[in-house]
């Protein structure tokens, strides 16, 4: 079928993959928020927004609700919610957070990616001068006037407001607040009629390290490895290409 059938066939493997290993922890996040707070999504914020979330990604409905009504009937193991941070080769720092019902086999697994790959892992808290934990929301900006719905959200602390463009290259506003400003924010979006895309606490690097090609080869198959474990929540670095 010739050189191009089998590029788009490698492309769709890829994206139905990605879209695996999302919904995996999409499953996760739901699961800890219900035994949190309940699985009410009007009564649980947490449950709302990982609900959110996975609309946002076309996670199919019934596999969200499959997974609330695990949770609810406690037939679902719980699952720890662990950080670990180290060093990629070539100094780039990276923080991993992870979602496991078994942490000896997560630390073990974890550990000998980086040794493998020639990275160290740290001590927990050895990376907080690098990064910092804010609220991340995301919303398609259409024709809204964007100067005039920062002035809006200041009060709900509002630090920054960006436009970036998706893997699709559609425009998309992202706001960043402080981690302590997220209910505030998701409430002041809400009620400004914003549908939001994506609600998230993310990691976010305040300093980044300057590498070339090669280095930059290196410290993707440390990430890759990272990211293709179903403990793995999400990876952070703070590498600048």
């Known amino acids: 079928m010739g050189r191009a059938f089998e590029f788009r066939k490698e492309r769709k493997l890829k994206r139905w993959s990605k879209m695996a290993v999302q919904f995996t922890r999409l499953g996760k996040e739901i699961v ?18 990982a609900v959110q979330n996975a609309k946002a990604v076309n996670m199919p409905k019934d596999r969200v609700e ?7 009937s406690r037939d679902e193991k719980d699952y720890e919610e662990v950080v670990y941070e180290g060093y990629a080769p070539h100094g780039v720092a990276i923080l991993v957070e992870t979602a496991t019902d078994n942490i000896n086999r997560t630390v073990a697994n974890v550990r000998s990616y980086f040794t493998k790959t020639g990275g160290t892992l740290g001590k927990t808290g050895s990376l907080d001068f690098i990064f910092t ?20 959200l200041i009060d709900a602390g509002l630090e920054e407001l960006f436009v970036e463009a998706d893997e699709e290259g559609n425009d998309l506003a992202v706001i960043h607040t402080a981690f302590e400003d997220f209910g505030k924010m998701q409430k002041a979006l809400e009620e400004a009629g914003i549908e939001v895309k994506s609600a998230k606490l993310e990691r976010v690097a305040q300093s ?10 290196d410290v993707n198959k440390l990430i890759d490895k990272l990211e293709e474990d179903d403990d793995v929540q999400a990876v952070y670095h703070n590498m600048q290409e």
Do not use: C
Request: no cysteine; net charge negative; aromatic share 6%.
């Open 66 to 72: 499959a997974a609330i009504k695990r949770a609810v």
């Open 133 to 152: 934990r804010k609220s991340v929301f995301t919303f398609v900006p259409g024709d809204r006037d964007l100067e005039e719905l920062e002035l809006e």
């Open 208 to 217: 980044f390290h300057e590498v070339n090609d090669e280095a930059i080869a």
């Open 32 to 49: 800890m928020a219900v035994k949190a707070g309940g699985g009410d999504v009007n009564t649980n914020s947490r449950l709302r927004t």
